[in-house]
């Protein structure tokens, strides 16, 4: 018989959840509620992102809307020059216009964050504590106030995306095959994580979190290890936020704001700290707060806050932490 | 590009640094003394602008509304601490950044409730009304040279509260050392909640200051709160004397980089090019002097505890 | 001499006014146990920091295997092979014990950036955990969580721990402190056989423990080392009564 552990379950709960209700979505012909689930879908995956970082190695970004939103321009940009066929750059003779293909895009979005996390992690891990969290604060309110000054891409207007990219043949404005797309994509970057988590670099960036000490002692690198979990927590965040793109069909500097990255971090302390579905809970929360709520009383950010705070002052652990008990390494 | 121009825009930089002042001594005197990470501070500085902006309305007294807005910021002040932040002294900074932005939500929110989206309208006094002839060669605003005074005299009195009197004595022993200071016989419940509360007054006085050249309107303390941090990071976290030379960093850099930044590339760029780098690179200028800063000294310009 | 395992010269560190370390020379040979002793504040801790690379000398140089490594940080002199305990547990707390012992191994394999390769199957990494956890007695307590173990216990990875880094000298800052009697026993019977591995350089309070280990006795006074030599040359000095073991 299979041996599953109470968060195994509950991981197993979320999964169904979330493919039920796009079932019952599309039973219903409700596709606006499909739409939702993608959301949900889109936004943990920029939790999970930031839960590499802050859950397993203990950076606690106040940043990651920089990769959000990196990832949502690179969409915006790379698609409005392949629809107005506008050369974007040339490099090595070669032109390039754009593109509409999602795998490019995804590839950009990835690649472009990464390089911009690893600058910003290579200033940003000299500092500890408090300085991080600011500092990594500082870098996304530097591209947030660009992306409002530069003209080119809409400045504060935001950069319409006038039709949905492509994936293969693939009809991706179709709710269902969007957000099976979007799905497929979280699941992936989900098992990467926890494959991630057990390594050998895990084990090592989860040792950096708890005792830098005892992890230069023994001869690894605290800040190699750190850097490179930022990157690639970075560029999973990144990810998301090209999606976000694709689902809205716009982007704008919102995406950069403080807030974005205030929203992330409460995906991920929803859900519970270093949990591999905790920021799934955690973004399900807050859409269910938003549309629910918000559909009831204007002022649902309110109870939001609320909620924030009691999960906070009693509930450690987040919502994973009360259901599955405390985190095991074994 | 005339003398008289830049003198007027340094002005402008000197009364935006001493706002900011006023906002981050309290932040860094909170984490200096309790070690917590206040993002709900930027809520105060709203509290403060909205209780000036009703009681200047009911009243009609400025003066009234100036009063109110550090009494009332200051009783928030104290009301947070007694009911939450004090549980989260022992707290990791990930907590407190949840927690606190928490209470963002929650009193931005209510606040809306309360007064409406609409923005609040605050006049500044009739007294202050006029502009006043400086050094008999140009008029420049007698509010906002007001503005300036009150961070002077701030800057000055929290100096001599903190080098002077039992209550900075113990202030001071707070930053050193938490178990001393208990030991002393030291009330640190109460020290904690007055420090809070006096934050939370500062943070209200610079939100009714600049009510009143601004509108008051909900989300008002978001950036200014954001701007805070840069200062208090860059003066070093702990520190009023940091925070008072971070302030002037920050508050001068940030007008002067908006002024001659893209007057500077004009002589070298086509103009509308100009309009939009200069734009651009001044409205990040204050970030890229803090990511400078903290790579150079990453414990900023004046450490608290070297 | 090339056969020196470590090799400070002329160590200089000053705090503000204090001398924390005043122009220290000190070195091991092979199989030796090198003992420092002194009285509290005299700069021991200093010292152990300097020579591990947490803080830098002012002035003065440290080899370690013929190698300069005054400039080098801790990781670098870890690799090299300069195993250290600390004087207060530093352990990775949330781990288990077999895994705190892992991540050493882990170390010397080189193999922290692989991302996919499971610790929970390597076999080899397990095996090799858990032969140091044998070797200082603590097999039946692998699975436990590290901050559910004893004081002792602690000690007792932390030795593990420096084991499976397969040093080349060994930096043990005070290894007996809070051992209790039978476990400072047990211990010195350990660490006695341990000098033919690679040789040890010890701070400790324990005088009995120092007096049946150690080959080479160097007494640290406010930042100088005011004699070096056997245990019964440092017994019978009368300086040393004076300075440190008259205190007593």
Known sequence: MLNLTREQLLNGAVVSTLLVLSALALFLDEPFYITLVTKVTILAMAGVGLNLALGLGGMVSFGHAAFFGIGGYVTGILASHALNEELLFTAFGFAVFGTTNMLFIWLFAVLISALAAALIGYFSLRTQGVYFIMITLAFAQMIYYFSIAWPAYGGEDGLSIYQRNQFFSINTLDPLSFFAICFSLLLAVIFLVSRLKNSHFGNALQAARQNEQRLAAVGIRPFGIKLTAFVISAMITALAGALFADLNRFVSPGMFSWHTSGEIMIFVLLGGVGRLFGPVIGAGLFILFEYYLGGVTEHWMLFLGVMLLTVVLFARGGIVGVLAGEVKHD | ?306 | ?248
Not at chain 2, 19 to 42: C, D, E, K, Q
């Open chain 3, 1 to 248: 001499m090339t056969d020196k395992i470590l090799n400070i010269k002329n160590l200089v560190k000053t705090f503000g006014q204090l001398k924390a370390t005043d122009d220290l020379s000190l070195d091991l040979y092979p199989n030796e146990i090198h003992a420092v002793i002194g009285p509290n504040g005299a700069g021991k801790s200093t010292l152990i920091k300097q020579i591990c690379g947490e803080i830098s000398a002012d002035q003065g140089r440290i080899e370690f295997l013929g190698k300069d490594i005054t400039h080098l940080d801790v990781v670098a002199r870890a690799r090299l092979g300069l195993g250290r305990t600390f004087q207060i547990s530093s352990l990775a707390m949330e781990y288990s014990v077999l895994r705190n012992v892992m991540l050493a191994v882990q170390a010397v394999q080189g193999s922290s950036y692989s991302f996919f390769k499971s610790i929970g199957n390597d076999q080899v990494l397990r095996a090799s955990a858990m032969e140091s956890l044998k070797e200082v007695g603590l097999e039946n307590r692998a699975d436990v969580c590290a901050a559910k173990l004893s004081h002792g216990e602690r000690r007792q990875l932390e030795i593990a721990v420096v084991l499976a880094q397969q040093p080349k000298a060994f930096l043990l800052d005070e290894p007996m402190a809070g051992m209790g009697a039978e476990g400072s026993k047990k211990l010195t019977g350990f660490l006695d056989t341990l000098r033919l591995r690679a040789p040890i350089l010890m701070v400790e309070h324990d005088m009995d423990a120092v007096f049946s280990l150690a080959d080479r006795i160097s007494v640290l006074v406010y930042g100088k080392i005011i004699m070096t030599g056997s245990v019964a040359q440092v017994r019978n000095n009368a300086l040393v009564r004076e300075a440190y073991l008259g205190e007593d």
């Open chain 2, 1 to 306: 590009m005339t003398t008289t121009l830049i003198f007027e825009q340094l002005l402008n930089g000197l009364q935006f640094s001493m706002m900011l002042f006023l906002m981050s001594a309290g932040l860094t005197l909170i984490f200096g003394v309790m070690g917590l990470i206040n993002l709900a501070h930027g809520v105060l500085y709203m509290v403060g602008a909205f209780a000036c902006a009703l009681i200047a309305g009911i009243s009609g007294s400025f003066w009234l509304g100036l009063i109110a807005s550090l009494v009332v910021a200051a009783m928030a002040g104290a009301i947070i601490e007694v009911g939450v932040i004090r549980r989260l002294y022992q707290r990791d900074h990930l907590d407190q950044v949840l927690a606190t932005y928490a209470l963002i939500l929650i009193f931005s929110e209510a606040t809306r409730w309360l007064f409406g989206a609409f923005p609040l309208y605050l006049d500044v006094p009739e007294l202050l009304s006029k502009p006043i002839s400086l050094f008999g060669f140009f008029d420049y605003s007698s509010y906002r040279l007001f503005i300036i005074l009150i961070g002077v005299l701030v800057a000055v009195g929290l100096y001599l509260l903190i080098s002077k009197t039992r209550l900075g004595m113990q202030i001071r022993a707070g930053e050193s050392d938490r178990e001393m200071i208990a030991a002393l016989g030291v009330d640190i419940r109460t020290l904690y909640t007055l420090v809070f509360a006096l934050g939370a007054g500062l943070a209200g006085l610079a939100g009714a200051l600049l009510g009143a050249i601004q509108s008051v309107e909900v989300g008002m303390g978001d950036s200014v709160l954001i701007l805070a941090f840069v200062v208090v990071v860059i003066g070093g976290i702990g520190s009023i004397k940091g925070a008072f030379i971070g302030a002037l960093l920050v508050g001068i850099v940030d007008t002067m980089g908006r002024f001659l930044l893209p007057y500077l590339l004009s002589l070298v760029l086509p103009a509308e090019s100009a309009a939009s780098i200069g734009g651009a690179l001044s409205s990040v200028a204050i970030y890229l002097l803090m990511a400078v800063i903290l790579v150079v000294k990453p414990k900023g310009l004046v450490p608290a505890h070297a």
